[in-house]
């Protein structure tokens, strides 16, 4: 059972590359949702998508693209990385409920951006 | 603007004593409130929650105390064992919208010493 799966699992990148962030759910989750953690900060809401074919901005959008092109896949971008955007990054599904949202986690992605 | 406040970054406790972890937060809207678990290199793992109807809920060694009028919530292990050291980010939702997003502390770290 494999739940939430991210890769790559690390990645350094020099200021000015993309890259993308893969997150895979086998659980047929409708709610996906892309987070950054940071010292002293938490985990911060990147994106998120409501189903297939939809996204919204979360708390700390800029920079970053994304796309939920089928329903068990969300997919991170960041188009011109920055040293700013070193940091954990998580990805996280939860079944459709407006209550009770318990969401589950992948291992993360470390990125580095010198 | 820190909706979700954990003031206390980290806490030590000796293995058998009570491990409490603190909780505070501002926006009268959250209706729902979760504990997740991380160690290092891991993803976070949802440990305990509990709805604004309810003012206690327990699961084993662990009980999450909600106190709606003070906005606080706070979580206790009892007994505490050394594999229960890791970061604890308490998370609140408000199931008004229409997508469930959790607001995250900053977590607190615990250490169960022997």
């Known amino acids: 059972n494999a739940g939430v799966t991210q890769t790559p699992k690390f990645r350094v990148l020099k200021t000015g590359q993309s890259m993308t962030l893969l997150c895979a759910q086998d659980?047929?989750?409708?709610?996906m949702y892309w987070y950054r953690q940071d010292p002293g900060m938490g985990l911060r809401l990147i994106h998120y998508?409501?189903?297939?074919?939809?996204?919204a901005k979360g708390e700390v959008p800029d920079g970053y693209n994304v796309s939920r092109l089928k329903k068990q896949n969300f997919l991170l971008g960041l188009e011109s990385a920055a040293p700013s955007q070193t940091s954990v990054y998580f990805c996280?599904?939860?079944?459709?409920?407006?209550?009770?949202?318990?969401?589950?986690f992948g291992a993360g992605t470390r990125l580095s951006v010198l | 603007d820190q909706q979700v406040k954990q003031n206390s970054p980290s806490l030590s406790v000796q293995e058998g004593r009570i491990s409490i972890l603190n909780c505070d937060y501002t926006n009268s809207m959250f209706d729902y409130f979760l504990w997740y678990k991380k160690y290092p290199a891991e993803g976070p793992t949802f440990l305990i929650s509990i709805s604004s109807i309810k003012d206690k809920n327990e699961d084993g060694r662990f009980t999450v105390f909600l106190n709606k009028s003070a906005k606080h919530l706070s979580l206790h292990i009892v007994p505490s064992q050394p594999g229960d050291s890791a970061v604890y980010f308490c998370?609140?939702?408000?199931?008004?919208?229409?997508?469930?997003?959790?607001?995250f502390g900053t977590g607190t770290r615990l250490q169960v010493t022997l």
């Open positions: 998508s409501v189903g297939e074919g939809t996204t």
């Open positions: 996280a599904s939860s079944p459709l409920t407006l209550a009770k949202n318990i969401q589950y």
């Open positions: 998370a609140a939702q408000a199931s008004t919208g229409t997508a469930s997003k959790l607001t």
């Open positions: 659980m047929n989750h409708e709610y």
